[in-house]
């Protein structure tokens, strides 16, 4: 189970983080943000390997940092000069083989 936190309503510009701890050890995991708009199919925002590699979607890519804590089996999403279309419901993912896990989601609006 994925619990995550960390979504509100921002102006443009301004900054959130989001959290999500899994109930599992995560830590041989994929770990990843996806989001998903209204009227637009889920899309991946960012993932981090459990080697640490760490991977972002060209529209976030200088504004947006995953990371992780593997001993609290958590990954983060820090996200900087938010925009209008970052608004979205963001998902915390957990992959390992054939085993994916999501999170409830959690919802970022971002206003003009």
């Known amino acids: 189970q994925l619990q995550a936190s960390g979504g509100g309503l921002v102006q443009a510009g301004e900054s959130l983080r989001l959290s999500c701890t899994a109930s599992r050890n995560t830590n041989a995991f994929f770990m990843a943000w996806y989001r998903q708009a209204p009227g637009q199919q889920r899309q991946m925002v960012a993932s981090?390997?459990?080697?640490?590699?760490?991977n972002y979607a060209d529209s976030v890519k200088g504004r947006f940092t995953i990371s992780r804590n593997n001993a609290r089996n958590s990954v983060y999403l820090e996200m900087n000069s938010l925009k209008p279309e970052d608004t979205a419901v963001y998902y915390c993912?957990?992959?390992?083989?054939?085993?994916?896990?999501w999170g409830q989601g959690t919802l970022v609006t971002v206003s003009s």
């Open positions: 993912n957990t992959a390992r083989g054939s085993m994916m896990y």
């Open positions: 981090i390997s459990p080697g640490g590699h760490l």
